[in-house]
């Protein structure tokens, strides 16, 4: 069984709080700003990083970031274009051996090129 921690991107009393608690895994919950752009891997990178280096494995993304999420649920003017970010957001978790879908490391680096073919 691997024990998790919610956590946010930024560090904060809850990532401590998690270490003293003997918590080495942890479900991180990505900026939801105009400052993170979530199709960025060096943002990603740096968010990931900062997490390792603090002592705790980065292995779920949850919830997809409300920036995405609403606009592909409302399938409003913005549905594709979230389509298209969150595709390259599932390449970038990826290159980070982070997961959004099973909560594994991958382990394996990709050299794809996300692009969405979802269209009404």
Not at 8 to 35: F, H, M, Q, S
Not at 69 to 95: P, Q, T, V, Y
Request: proline residues 5%; positive net charge.
């Amino acid at each position: 069984m691997i024990l998790t921690d919610y956590l946010p991107a930024r560090r904060n009393a809850a990532w401590d709080i998690a270490l003293e608690c003997g918590v080495k895994y942890g479900t991180i919950r990505l900026p939801d700003d105009d400052a993170f752009d979530l199709t960025s891997l060096s943002q990603l990178r740096a968010v990931t990083d900062a997490i390792r280096t603090a002592g705790i494995t980065p292995l779920i993304l949850e919830p997809l970031p409300n920036a995405l999420h609403d606009h592909i649920k409302a399938g409003d003017a913005l549905r594709d274009s979230c389509i298209d970010k969150f595709l390259i957001l599932l390449k970038n978790l990826r290159e980070t051996a982070m997961s959004a879908a099973t909560g594994r490391p991958s382990g394996r680096r990709s050299t794809t090129t996300a692009t969405s073919t979802w269209r009404r």
